[in-house]
């Protein structure tokens, strides 16, 4: 199958091809394109089974050309706006997915594209050698009979699908002779062949008719060495089916296939725990993703215990910035941290580890940036308050209030005038000449009392502002006032 990726984030792409190739098929080809303009130009000459576009880049030139052309397309967009639905709509794409792109959902949507499979016809039953099963727990040393053979190893992505991968197998009719020795995990087989190429071809059949009967993806190692007992060939296929890790499911594996696992330090360096914090505090997803899609490169493996122990590490990092502000007391931000960690620990397939972890970390992000978008409405907020509270105390400054909050006094103002819209000490001064004004007209409390009142130490000063306000003396404004029957209106 042939995909045609158009996408603006060159990350993005590597993230999906990686993915395509080795965790959903091996026979997938993955052109990239980031300029949706080429599309046109070199639509005929890729001949793409599937497009895969993001749907920001679908300009109306392109929108109309593709409307033309007979291609299953997918749609992915970073905004999930009506706009885009729409468009989506128009192309009569197979599915629309919202950023990061959910892989089963993915892997669902390529599978009704897929070619059309073969069939197979069964030629004679399938009998159950039980007897089996004594030579591989008692680890008998004669040597099993390849000849005419073929032994392989069956694993499901879904344990709990193995009884019924066994109850299917048995009645499968692809293999001419099956023996299926079903164990907690694994389905051992061993399937009569003089041909390992149609043998290979036939556990492809096998692989494709049960994901289309159960929706369950299927690992198979097949044996290639040289004659030997059945528990060794059992502990090499056992050991190649580790490649699933790195590769996810749906794959066919050769037990002479090994990839050169290098090991990773599992901890992170000082320079890496100071990347990870720099990017949290900065809420820099791209270099987040960067990081963490190192480990998932296809021409580096590392030792899977090594792998998760260095996420962990990093769980770690992500631990003190949600303690330093406080978001483990969301609880759905807990939970969701709690769980990633058994994600980690426990799911088999890295990619999907990592695109877990980036998701998590995208949400913590967003957390934090709106929790600081409250925690500036509340510290603006409760300065006001103590403003409206304290505006009698001289020595209410801001400073005063900054302090009271435990946060700087730059800090208070800036964000103060962000949200206000006028300086704190500005808003303080409005306040007390407001006060003023009320006991002007409501009392006949002495000019100097009236500004000690509203928290002036000085009557003249106090005079100075209230005139820049109402462009009259206290005095004056107050008989002015009483003058027009008490309206500070008609002044």
Known sequence: MKILIVERDLEEIKGIEWYLKNYFMSDIEVIRMMDSSKIMADFQRIQPDVLLIEMELASFSVEQFLRKQSIPIIGVTAEPIFQ???KAIRLKALDLFVKPIPLEQLKSTLLQVSLPRQTAVMDSPLPIETPLYSDLYLNKPDIFPLKGRGFFLIECADYDHNLMLYEWLIELPIFQNLTALPLQKRV???????????LLKQLRIMSQEWEKFSGDALNIAVYDGDETTLLTMYQACKKTLTQRFYKGYSHIFRSSQTLYVKRLEPLLTPEEQHLWITSLEN????????????LTHPSSYYHQDDVRIHLTSILAQIRRFMMKYHLQQQAKLEEQYRALFHFILEHPILYAIVQEFILFTQLLIEARKNMQQQQIADYTEIAVEM???DYRNPELTLQVVANELNISANYLSNIFSKKRGIPF??????HRIQQAEKLLIETNVEIGTVAEMVGFTDSNYFTKVFREYYQLTPYRYRVQVRKTGGSKHDI
């Open 283 to 294: 809420g820099d997803l791209k270099a987040i993703k960067a990081f963490l899609y190192k």
């Open 387 to 389: 403003i409206e509270r």
């Open 188 to 198: 051992i087989c061993i399937a009569e062949t003089d041909d390992f190429a149609m």
């Open 425 to 430: 000490r500005k808003f303080m001064q409005q």
């Open 84 to 86: 885009q639905a729409m």
